[in-house]
């Protein structure tokens, strides 16, 4: 547009009555408006929707780790397996279902052989033609991987196993891989998912080479690494919870009591795992994924317990409940 151009609208404009120009900018402002909030509310109903998507993200992630718990105790060689544990004495001890076993197992053969224990290692001799084997295979005789050393050693006959354990002296931990609780196993409840529970927390390291000492629920005694702590507010309270660690492991390892242990949840505790720190020392504490031991669901187990201060004084409405079933085995009697 040229000068005479730009002249002739600047006069078209001066000599248009003032409410007709009038009109004209406020339809231009209208229109202005009208965009401006159509812009709004489109992003606003994109945030409302990535909201959205971000809390089906989370209730998914949630739902996938509660199935994939499941999957996992419901596994032949998992925790509702366990049928058996005996403590090992040293020297040989025979061993079956027989009734004059010096070692008791809840089935298979009448006398599944000898068991020996000399300075701390064990060999197991099978008995002729029991049909027992040994990681699989038909052994005369075979020296025992305990659980503390690698990956344990397996014998079997039929559906049934054991391995050896060591909780501070040896013992034999039995499965059943068609075990009554297992067979009859009826899922885990669970908390409503919420996100109020997927907390924010500040790692405080403890001086290098700290340690806790963890009693388990025989009164067994066992120092465990104890790196920091976890301080975190929920409902408006500071809280505070001591992470340990489990050999192995590539999280820290919490134990823990609250005020629904014993009533909505087991009541010697849940267990929960964390993620390392970041280099800001910040981690997340998800309660969602709090789950209970395995003593929770039978008594052939040896579960940690909380250490002290990690007793929360408020009710951790997250995670899993108390697993209703019939009673559980016998407990385990003493060394």
Known sequence: M????????????????????LV??????WMQ???????????????YRQGQDAEAIYQHEIRQWQINRETRLRHPDGWL????????????????????????????????????????????????????????KAVPLAALVVDDQGEPTVVSA???????????????????????LLTAFKGLDYFPVKPKWRVRANYLPHPPGTSK????????????????????????KSLQLEALVEEGSEQLFIVMTDATSGRQTYGAGRFLYVD??????????????????????????????????NNLPVAIEAGEKLYRNDPPAPAITGQ
Request: proline share 9%; with cysteine; net charge negative.
């Open 213 to 236: 000492t963890i009693t388990n629920v025989l009164g067994q005694e066992v120092e465990m690494p104890n790196p920091g702590a976890l301080a975190f507010r929920l409902d408006g």
């Open 2 to 21: 040229d000068g005479s151009e730009r002249q002739q609208v600047t006069v078209r404009a001066s000599e248009m009555p003032a409410a007709r120009l």
């Open 158 to 180: 039929g559906n049934l196993s054991f391995h050896v354990i060591r909780r501070e002296q040896l013992a034999i931990r039995v499965r059943d891989r068609e075990a009554p």
């Open 81 to 136: 397996a366990l049928a058996g544990f005996e403590w090992l004495r040293d020297g040989s001890s025979s061993m079956g279902s027989g009734p004059d076993m010096q070692l008791k197992l809840p089935g298979g053969p009448d006398y599944w052989g000898t068991i020996s224990v000399r300075d701390g290692k064990v060999a197991f001799l099978p008995a002729d033609d029991s049909g027992v084997l040994v990681n699989g």
């Open 276 to 309: 390392y720190p970041n280099p800001d020392g910040i981690t997340e504490i998800d309660f969602n994924k709090a789950y209970n031991p395995p003593c929770a669901f039978t008594a052939f187990s040896t579960c940690p317990l909380p250490p002290p201060g």
């Open 33 to 47: 408006m009208a965009m401006a909030q159509k812009v709004f509310e489109d992003r606003r109903e994109q945030y």
């Open 24 to 29: 004209i900018l406020l339809t231009i402002c």
